[in-house]
C-alpha cells in the first residue's frame, strides 16, 4: 500500500514580510488598475513557483499551484464563461471568508480557462501537479440564477465547461484533476444531481484521473452514494466526518480514497500516533480490497492556516505517513 502524501488544494496567498504581502499587494492593484494583467501574471507566476517548492521541499508526492492567483474557488472558473459575470459576495460555508457569486445571464459555455495556468505552474514542479476546480453542482448551488434554467440544467452546463476543461488539461500533461463538491454535503439529497453532472463531465476523460472531494460537513450519511458516483478517487474529511474511516474500512471502495485526516482550519499540528492509527486501519481494509494507494493530506485547502504552519502540516503529513508505511512494511 502506498501513502500518497498530497496537498489538498489552495495554499497561504501571504506571508510575512513585504516579500510575502507582494501577491496581496498585486491583487489590489490590479483591481485599481494600477497592474495590467501581464503584471499580475508576473507575480502570480513568481509566487507559485515558490509554493510548489515549498510543498516540495515539505516532503509532498502531490502538489498544486495552491490557487493563489484567483480570488477564490468559485468565482475565476465560472466568470471565464459566455453567460456569466460576476456578481455580489456570498459566505464560504462557515468560514470567514467570502467568493463572489456568478450571475448566469444566458446559457453558460466555454470552459474554465485553467489549462494554461496549469502548463505554467508545471513548469515549477518535479512532482505530480493536480489540478484543482470546483464541482458542477458547487458551481451550480453558488450561481445567481436570475431566471435563467434551473439548479439542474445549470449543472449540466457547468459539467460541460467541466469536460471541456479536463480535455485541455490532459492535452498539457495533467494526469489529476481535483473537483471539489462541498456543497453535496449541505445538500445531500441532490447526490443524483451531482452524479449525473460528474457522468457528463467525466466521459471523454482519457487518460487523466478524476478525484471526488468534499469538505465542510459529514459524508457519512451518504456515504453509499459516494460510492457510486463516476472518479477514480473520493476524499473525504475526517474532521467533520471522522467515523466515515470506519465506513471506509467496513465498505471500502473499488478506488483510492484521499483521507482529509489533518485539520486544515487549526494551527496546532495532529498528533501522528493517532493519525497514523486511522491511516492504518484504511490502508489494511483498502489493500484486501486490491487497492493500491491511499492520498493523505488535510481536511480542506491549507488557506485559512499562516503560511508556516500550512508547511508544518504538510511536514506532519510526512511525518504520519512514514509512521503508515513502517507499520505496513
Known amino acids: 500500500m502506498r501513502i500518497v502524501k498530497a496537498n489538498h488544494s489552495s495554499y497561504p496567498r501571504v506571508a510575512e514580510g513585504p516579500k510575502g504581502q507582494r501577491l496581496r499587494r498585486a491583487y489590489a492593484k490590479r483591481e485599481t488598475g494600477d497592474l495590467d494583467d501581464a503584471g499580475y501574471k508576473e507575480v502570480v507566476d513568481t509566487y507559485v513557483a515558490e509554493i510548489v517548492k515549498e510543498q516540495e521541499d515539505a516532503g509532498c508526492d502531490v502538489v498544486t499551484d495552491g490557487i493563489v492567483g484567483w ?45 494554461p495556468e496549469y502548463a505554467d505552474a508545471a513548469k515549477n514542479a518535479t512532482k505530480q501537479l493536480k489540478a484543482v476546480m470546483p464541482g458542477p453542482y458547487t458551481l451550480a448551488r453558488h450561481s445567481i440564477l436570475t431566471g435563467n434554467g434551473d439548479l439542474t440544467s445549470l449543472a449540466a452546463a457547468y459539467a460541460d465547461a467541466t469536460a471541456a476543461e479536463i480535455a485541455a ?44 472531494v468534499t469538505y465542510f460537513g459529514d459524508a457519512m450519511p451518504i456515504y453509499g452514494e ?56 484504511v490502508a489494511e481494509a483498502l489493500n484486501a480490497k486490491g487497492v493500491s494507494e491511499i492520498h493523505l493530506t488535510s481536511s480542506c485547502g491549507l488557506e485559512f492556516l499562516p503560511r508556516d504552519r500550512a508547511k508544518r502540516k504538510l511536514e506532519r503529513i510526512s511525518e504520519i505517513a512514514d509512521v503508515v508505511s513502517g507499520v505496513n512494511a
Open 71 to 115: 480570488y477564490d474557488l468559485i468565482n475565476r472558473p465560472s466568470t471565464r464563461l459566455d453567460g456569466v459575470k460576476s456578481a455580489g459576495i456570498v459566505r464560504w460555508f462557515d468560514t470567514n471568508t467570502y467568493v463572489r457569486q456568478p450571475e448566469i445571464v444566458s446559457h453558460p459555455s466555454g470552459s474554465f480557462e485553467l489549462a
Open 169 to 212: 488539461l490532459g492535452k498539457v500533461g495533467c494526469t489529476l484533476v481535483q473537483i471539489e463538491e462541498p456543497s453535496l454535503l449541505k445538500f445531500p439529497g441532490d447526490a443524483d444531481v451531482v452524479r449525473n453532472a460528474l457522468i457528463r463531465a467525466t466521459k471523454d476523460r482519457g487518460d487523466v484521473k478524476v478525484s471526488l
Open 226 to 281: 459516494f460510492l457510486k458516483m463516476p472518479v477514480d478517487m473520493l476524499g473525504f474529511d475526517l474532521t467533520y466526518g471522522p467515523k466515515v474511516a470506519d465506513l471506509i474500512v467496513s465498505q471500502p471502495p473499488d478506488v483510492p480514497v484521499q483521507l482529509g485526516a489533518l485539520d486544515g482550519r487549526n494551527t496546532k499540528l495532529d498528533d501522528v500516533e493517532q493519525v497514523a492509527s486511522v491511516v492504518g486501519r
